[in-house]
């Protein structure tokens, strides 16, 4: 049977890769969600004064 | 049998639904405009970015093929996978159509295609894209109720109540929230679907074993089962299809360009395709090995696309059922919404435009935003669900998706980098690659001229669309007579 590092170094990186970035996007996510949800309510206050 | 838990893997899975509705409408008070609505205000950064655009881009559809692939052509099948990362890499580094289209301000594709060819163009633009992708998502349904009925040992006789239900709880929150609600229930099933993966993927090669997945590769398809060029059903051919296919999707799929659309500035979308580029290979490889782990187990089986379902219905226990089953629910859940959106954001701000020869108060513009998202959520349903599809479902999503892709993509670069490209030129790319695939499948179907369409092949007739929608644009750019001045359309 031929050696196929080629596949088997794409699987590994691929769990390592996904499961780090999971962990990372989880954290980093939430963070966005946050301060996305703040700016969009700073907007909000701001168009029920002008209104 | 299965080893779904009902107790278990039901809490598992009612806790993920309960939590994704409640997330879902809790946003819908900050939508105020069609453009808090449409694109989150252009609020997103850049790690809900990459979970947003993971999430849509993965669904039970998505899982059932990719399998599929790794099950009839072993390691090789996660080819296109590897060829869009490449795309998606390179454009984000790049910046190549991705920075004009951000940096122009528009909602969608169609509307920077105005500006370079005209009113009937967008219209036109918005019109394929509409129909490519509503068509494309048709199926999407059914495939994922296949899926659960499978994996979860459940009685045929719910698939459409259970996934008419799915939809109705999707749709609520999409019409309700629009762009706001989608983001962050995607964040949410981003994580709850990778993790389902991750955890899946890790037990199947624990227990099926990394040399018996490379064996059973080797034995079933020799040297054709990791290389593509070798294979007899893949060829340079396929490569070169997928390639282009896979850099026409990065470049203009509406779902994947919501995101760089609806990006805080353009730096932060280009930031979100260069980091997500690598998640398009694990969404073709893990599902190929749970494909290949089918092939391994349970050997030849009439149905290849039902194989990984059966496997994982035995492989998966309790607990763990739970968990891959709520992935997969959030897989096909944050697909459906952000489809409904993006295509209801096409038929809204191109289709619609004419009709507005005013622009419409906020307050109009969201009801007909919701309006139409319940309109797309029926069709789905009649079209996708409770109306059965014939023939072949591989052969229809290329079509359906070719016609659109081959052309936006054409339309997109001209616009984006050849001032000289005009309406001409456009109206031509478009018919012609329309005209290609529908020609294959007319071909294909009847029986006098089927030889010749298996001669010719789904892949040859797939590059003769992408090259020939491209001569189009430059003939038909070059034929119509420009005066000094006037714009491209003019």
Known sequence: ?51 | MTNFNWLLDGSIVGLYLLVTMVAGLMVRKYVGKVEHFLVAGREMDVYLGIASLAATEFGIVTCMYTAQNGYEKGFAGATPGILMALAMAGVGLTGFVIKPLRDSGVMTIPELLEKQFGQRIRWAAGVVIVLGGLLNMGVFLRTGGQFLVLVAGLDVRYLEIMMTALLVGVAVYTILGGMLSVLVTDFLQFVVMSAGLILVTILILMNVGWEKLVSTVDTSYGAGGFNPFVNPTMGWQYVLFNLMLNTAAVLTWQTTIARVLAAKDTNTGRKIYTRTAFFFVCRFLIPGIWGIAALATLGPVANTLEAMPQYLSTAVPAGLMGVLIAAMLAADMSTDSSYMLTWCSVIYNDILAPFRKRPWSERKGLFWNRTIIALIGIFLLVYGLWYPLKGDLWTYLGVTGTIYLASISVLLIACCYWRRANSWGAGASIIVSAAIPIAYLVIEQVPSTAELAKSIGPYYSGIATYLLSGAAMVIGSTLKPRAEGRPAHA
């Open chain 1, 1 to 51: 049977m031929p050696n196929h590092w080629f596949w088997g170094a794409l699987t590994i990186a691929c769990v390592i890769w996904y499961s780090t970035i999971t962990i990372y996007v989880a954290i980093k996510g939430a963070r966005d969600i946050k301060n996305m949800l703040a700016r969009l309510d700073s907007v909000r206050e701001r168009d029920a004064e002008k209104s």
